[in-house]
Nanobody, 130 residues
Framework: QVQLVESGGGSVQAGESLRLSCAVSGFADSKYTLGWFRQAPGKEREGVAAIDSDGNTAYTDSVKGRFAISQDNAKNTLYLQLNSLKPEDTAMYYC????????????????????????WGQGTQVTVSS
């Protein structure tokens, strides 16, 4: 049973930082690619960052230079460091996984292409006030 459990969201002021965590379990020895997505009220879900098993990363343009995705394989945990937060970053953030080694730039575009990841967490809310 694959499970993704996010934590670390909260309410902060613009310019502050947060670190989101996602505990990943149930993949055994299977290969998979991970990503962070977000959805703001009234907007489509969008890919924010993705990482593959080799550590290659990709980011959506609006977060480049501010957010950093990483993974600790020993702890089976995915992270998203959010720095210099802006009110427009306010959204529900989800970690997600897709089986196989998928190019990270493709993972970012999965929801925009009308496709979906194989597994999703329950989401963690990030609220940034000005």
């Amino acid at each position: 049973q694959v499970q993704l459990v996010e934590s670390g969201g909260g309410s902060v002021q613009a310019g502050e930082s947060l670190r989101l965590s996602c505990a990943v379990s149930g993949f055994a020895d299977s290969k998979y690619t991970l990503g962070w997505f977000r959805q703001a009220p009234g907007k489509e879900r969008e890919g924010v960052a993705a990482i593959d098993s080799d550590g290659n990363t990709a980011y959506t343009d609006s977060v480049k230079g501010r957010f950093a995705i990483s993974q600790d394989n020993a702890k089976n945990t995915l992270y998203l460091q959010l720095n210099s937060l802006k009110p427009e970053d306010t959204a529900m953030y989800y970690c997600a996984a897709v089986r196989g080694e998928i190019p990270v730039r493709i993972v970012l575009q999965i929801t925009a292409a009308g496709l979906t990841m194989d597994y999703w967490g329950q989401g963690t809310q990030v609220t940034v006030s000005s």
